[in-house]
């Protein structure tokens, strides 16, 4: 089992950063890609980015690629979300996931594919 607890969300400016944090729990860690996900009102939860066991292979949303950056620390059981250039079309509340990774390179870009989930955490961009 896993658990993981999402931080670093707030409220930005168009054009500023933020960084988020996804702590987990349990020795596994590094069996597990991981993902972000984000959710605005009324819309349907939708993938933001992933990546491998490792880190060495990650993958992108269209509308973040050249802004974000997925990493993990596999030594701190964490992984990153690093948002530049914030949009008002980036709020959300963005949730931190793990899957059980087949292979050292896979990870996966639908929401089916992950088992755990953080509790989220908001991240508003104002215009």
């Known amino acids: 089992q896993v658990q993981l607890v999402e931080s670093g969300g707030g409220l930005v400016q168009a054009g500023g950063s933020l960084r988020l944090s996804c702590a987990a729990s349990?020795?596994?860690?590094?069996?597990?890609?991981m993902a972000w996900f984000r959710q605005a009102p009324g819309k349907e939860r939708q993938f933001v980015a992933a990546?491998?066991?490792?880190?060495?292979?990650?993958g992108y949303a269209d509308s973040v690629k050249g802004r974000f950056t997925i990493s993990r620390d596999n030594a701190k059981n964490t992984v990153y979300l690093q948002m530049n250039t914030l949009k008002p079309e980036d709020t959300a509340v963005y949730y931190c996931?793990?899957?059980?990774?087949?292979?050292?390179?896979?990870?996966?870009?639908?929401?089916?594919?992950?088992?755990?989930w953080g509790q989220g955490t908001q991240v508003t961009c104002s215009s």
């Open positions: 996931a793990a899957a059980p990774a087949i292979y050292s390179g896979s990870y996966y870009d639908t929401d089916v594919s992950y088992r755990y």
């Open positions: 349990g020795r596994a860690f590094i069996m597990y890609a």
């Open positions: 990546l491998s066991t490792s880190g060495d292979n990650t």
